[in-house]
C-alpha cells in the first residue's frame, strides 16, 4: 500500500537541502538573505559567479515561474536579481527569503531520489539528470535501503556509461562519493516512513568528479499504511501430495472426449502415471477402462492424495468436505466462474478458500489448466502438451504459457520438472510454487509468469528466497496496479512501474527477460549449463559472418567481455589450424577443420583459465550437406553414403565434444546453429538435444542467454554468495 498523497506537503528548498545533508547528500555552500543588500554581502562571501533563487515553504518549482537567476558576475547583478526576485513574490507563497549559492559548473548532470511506490515500497533512483531527465529516462531503481554493492550495480547500470568515466577533460565520476548519496537516500527512505519522494535534479557532477546537489526538494505525505499480507506458503507435504500423489481422483469425469473430465483423466493415464487413478461419474460410468464412482466416499480411505476437479463450481464445497473426508491433501480446480466472473464468483472463491484452510486441503487455482509432475510421470491438464523430464520448474498465471513453455521443452529437449498454472491463485500464488521448487530435489531452475500484481513488496521478498536457493527466471505481462505516487517530482515522473519492479528483481537476484521465448532460453541454460567463473567469452567459429554478428552481440551487453586471445593460447591453436586463421577472438577455423580440429581447439580454449565459457558456432553444416547427398537420387552410390556417414558422425562428434568439456572444465560452452530450428533432425543439433542441453538457433540468443548466467554469478560472487 502507499501513502495518502492528498495531503502531501513539500518541504522549502532550505528546509529539504538540511534533511538531505543529514543524509550524506553534498549540499552547495549557500545563504538564505532578506534584502538585496545582503544578498550582495551573500555572494561576496561565497565567490562570483552566483545563483540567486526565491525561497518560501509554499514554492516548489521555481524555474516554471522564473524564480531562478543563474550566472550572476557582479553585485549590481545580484542586487538587481535579488530585487526582482522578491518583487515577484504572490501572497500564497507565504513568507519569502532569496538563497544565494555558488554557481556549481559541470559538463554532467545526474538525478537522484526516493519514490515510495504503492506496490514496492521506498524505492531509490539515480539517473542521467539535468533538463533531458524525462526525455532521456536512463534511470535505475532499488528498493530501499540501498547497501554499498547494491548502489554501485545502481551505477553500472545505467545504460549512459561514458558519462561516469573520463569526460571532456573531465575527471570520472566519484562513485564512492556516489555510493554514499545512494545509501545516504536509501537510510531517509527506511528510516522517515513519512518521505513520500526526495527530487535532487540536477546532482552536478564537478570538474573533479565529485558530485553537488545545486537543487532538492522533499515532500511529505502520512505515513505509509499496512499493506497486505501474504498468506502462509502451504506444507511440504501438501505440495507433495499435490506434485507427487499416491493416487489421483478426477471428479467429473467424463465418457465425452471434448469435456474436461475425459481429456484430464485421457492425460493421466496416457502419461504413465503409476499411482492408482480413480474417476467419480453421476452415473458411474466406465470412462478409457476406470470404473468411475457415483460418489467421493466410494473411493477407499487413503487411496489418493489429489482430486482433478472438473465439475461446476457450485458443488465444490460439499466436494472439498468429502475428500478430506478420504484423506485427500490437495485439490486442483478447472473450475470457472469465481474471482475471474463477478463480485459473486469472488465471494464464493474467498468462501472456498476458507474451507480449504480450515480442511487442511491445498487449493490450486480455480480457473486453472493442469498440473505437471515428470519424476511421476504425471500430466493431469486440461490441455496437451506433455513434456520431457528435466529440471525447470515452472509456474504461471497463464495456462496459455505453461503450454507454451512446454511445447518450447518438447521442441528443444530441455525438460521440465513441475508445472502448473495458478489459475486465479486464490489460495496459492506464483510465488508460493517458486518457493518450494527452490527445496525441490527434482527443479535446477524456478521459471514463471506473472501478471497483476498487488502486493510488489511481499511478491518479491518471497521470491527472494526462492532466488538466493536456486536460479529463478521471470517474465512479467502487463502492469502493476497503481504507479508511484510522487506528486510535484522528477522522480516522479521517471518512475515507471515496470522500471521498478525490475530494479527490484534485480536486487533480490531474479533473472528477469523480456519475453517469453527469452525466459525458456535463460531457464534452459540454468537448467543445463555450470555457472562461469567470470565474464570472458570465447568464439570459436567454422564461418566468419557468424562469429562477427555474435562478437557484435558480445561487446553490446553490459555484463560481458569478448576477450582479447591469451598470446600462449593462441601459440596452441597455432599448431592446429593454417597460418590464416583469424589470430584473434572470434577464433575463425577458415576452413582449415579436420577430423580433429573443432574438438581439440575447443579443449585448448575450455583448459585455458582466462576463458570463462565459449560459444560454438557452425554445427551441423557437414551434416546440412549429407542431407542434400541422402535425399538426392545418387545416393548411396559413388561413395555417398560413407562420406554422408562421415559428414553426421563428425557433428555429432562435436556436440558430444562440447558438452564433455563443458563437464570436465565446469565452464559454459554454448552450441549455436539456424539448424536446431530449420532441420531439428540435423545430426548436429539431434546430438545436443541427446546431451540434454539446448542448442541455441543464433549467437545472438546463445550471448543472451549467457548474460543471465554471468549476471547471476557477479551477483552471488558480489554479496560471498
Request: proline residues 5%; negative net charge; contains cysteine.
Amino acid at each position: 500500500m502507499g501513502h495518502d498523497t492528498t495531503n502531501s506537503t513539500t518541504l522549502s528548498e532550505r528546509d529539504s537541502k538540511a534533511l538531505l545533508a543529514d543524509y550524506s547528500v553534498p549540499i552547495a555552500g549557500e545563504r538564505f538573505v532578506g534584502t538585496p543588500a545582503a544578498a550582495v554581502e551573500a555572494a561576496n562571501e561565497l565567490g562570483y559567479p552566483v545563483v540567486a533563487k526565491l525561497n518560501g515553504d509554499a514554492i516548489a518549482h521555481k524555474t516554471e515561474r522564473g524564480l531562478v537567476k543563474l550566472r550572476l558576475g557582479d553585485a549590481a547583478a545580484v542586487e538587481q536579481a535579488a530585487t526582482d526576485l522578491l518583487a515577484a513574490a504572490r501572497a500564497d507563497d507565504g513568507e519569502v527569503d532569496v538563497l544565494i549559492a555558488p554557481m556549481i559548473s559541470g559538463n554532467r548532470e545526474l538525478i537522484a531520489g526516493i519514490v515510495r511506490d504503492p506496490q514496492f515500497g521506498p524505492t531509490v533512483m539515480l539517473g542521467v539528470g539535468g533538463i533531458l531527465a524525462e526525455a532521456v529516462a536512463d534511470v535505475v531503481f532499488r528498493p530501499a535501503p540501498v547497501d554499498a554493492i547494491t548502489a554501485l550495480e545502481m551505477i553500472d547500470d545505467l545504460a549512459t556509461q561514458k558519462l561516469l568515466g573520463e569526460f571532456r577533460g573531465e575527471a570520472a565520476v566519484d562513485r564512492s562519493q556516489l555510493v554514499e548519496v545512494l545509501t545516504g537516500l536509501g537510510r531517509l527512505a527506511a528510516e522517515r516512513s513519512d518521505v513520500a519522494s526526495v527530487d535532487i535534479n540536477p546532482l552536478i557532477v564537478e570538474a573533479s568528479g565529485r558530485v553537488v546537489a545545486v537543487d532538492g526538494l522533499v515532500e511529505l505525505a502520512a505515513a505509509a499504511t499496512d499493506r497486505a499480507v501474504l498468506r502462509a506458503r502451504p506444507s511440504d507435504e501438501q505440495f507433495q501430495a499435490l506434485f507427487e500423489p499416491r493416487g489421483v481422483v478426477v471428479s467429473g469425469a467424463s465418457t465425452h472426449p471434448g469435456k474436461f473430465g475425459f481429456v484430464s483423466l485421457h492425460n493421466i493415464l496416457a502419461s504413465g502415471f503409476a499411482g492408482a487413478v480413480f474417476g467419480t461419474n453421476l452415473k458411474g460410468e466406465e470412462v478409457l477402462g476406470i470404473q468411475t464412482v457415483a460418489d467421493i466416499a466410494e473411493v477407499p480411505d487413503g487411496a489418493a492424495d489429489l482430486v482433478f476437479v472438473c465439475t461446476p463450481a457450485v458443488g465444490n464445497p460439499d466436494l472439498l468436505r468429502a475428500c478430506a473426508a478420504k484423506g485427500i491433501r490437495a485439490a486442483f480446480l478447472t473450475s470457472a466462474g469465481y474471482g475471474e466472473a463477478d463480485e459473486a464468483g469472488q465471494r464464493a472463491e474467498d468462501e472456498l478458500v476458507a474451507l480449504a484452510d480450515d480442511l487442511g486441503i491445498l487449493l490450486a487455482g480455480p480457473n486453472g489448466q493442469g498440473v505437471v509432475s515428470t519424476p511421476v510421470d504425471l500430466c493431469a491438464q486440461i490441455v496437451a502438451p506433455n513434456p520431457p523430464a528435466g529440471g525447470i520448474g515452472v509456474a504461471s498465471q497463464s495456462g496459455n504459457f505453461v503450454s507454451t513453455f512446454l511445447n518450447m521443452s518438447r521442441a528443444s529437449g530441455v525438460g521440465i520438472s513441475r508445472a502448473i498454472s495458478a489459475g486465479n491463485a486464490a489460495a496459492v500464488s506464483v510465488a508460493d510454487y517458486l518457493d518450494w521448487y527452490a527445496d525441490d530435489d527434482a527443479t535446477n531452475v524456478g521459471l514463471a509468469y506473472i501478471e497483476g500484481i498487488t502486493d510488489g513488496q511481499g511478491l518479491i521478498n518471497r521470491l527472494a528466497g526462492a532466488a538466493d536457493r536456486k536460479p529463478l527466471v521471470l517474465v512479467k505481462g502487463g502492469a502493476t496496479e497503481g504507479g508511484a505516487q510522487a506528486a510535484a517530482s522528477h522522480t516522479g515522473a521517471l518512475a515507471a512501474n515496470d522500471k521498478i519492479f525490475d530494479g527490484a528483481c534485480r536486487s533480490v537476484g531474479i533473472s528477469r527477460a523480456p519475453s517469453v521465448s527469452a525466459a525458456f532460453d535463460a531457464a534452459a541454460t540454468f537448467a543445463t549449463q555450470p555457472l562461469p567463473a567470470g565474464p570472458n567469452v570465447m568464439v570459436l567459429t567454422t564461418v566468419g559472418g557468424w562469429g562477427v554478428v555474435t562478437a557484435d552481440a558480445i561487446t553490446s551487453a553490459d555484463d560481458l567481455v569478448l576477450m582479447d586471445i591469451p598470446s600462449d593460447l593462441e601459440a596452441s591453436i597455432d599448431e592446429l589450424l593454417p597460418p590464416r586463421w583469424s589470430k584473434n577472438n572470434p577464433i575463425d577455423c577458415a576452413g582449415g577443420e579436420t577430423r580433429d580440429t573443432v574438438p581439440d581447439v575447443m579443449a585448448l580454449c575450455a583448459a585455458h583459465p582466462e576463458v570463462h565459457s565459449i560459444i560454438y558456432l557452425g554445427l551441423g553444416i557437414q551434416s546440412n550437406q549429407a542431407r542434400m547427398m541422402r535425399e538426392g537420387r545418387f545416393f548411396p552410390d559413388h561413395g555417398l553414403e560413407r562420406i554422408v556417414g562421415y559428414h553426421e558422425r563428425q557433428d555429432a562428434r562435436f556436440a558430444e565434444a562440447a558438452h564433455e568439456l563443458s563437464v570436465s572444465t565446469g565452464k559454459p560452452i554454448l552450441t549455436c546453429t539456424e539448424l536446431a530450428v530449420a532441420d531439428p533432425d540435423n545430426a548436429g543439433p539431434a546430438a545436443v538435444r541427446a546431451t540434454g542441453r539446448l542448442c541455441y538457433s543464433s549467437g545472438g540468443q546463445a550471448v543472451a542467454a549467457l548474460s543471465h548466467l554471468v549476471r547471476r554469478q557477479m551477483y552471488r560472487s558480489a554479496r560471498g554468495l
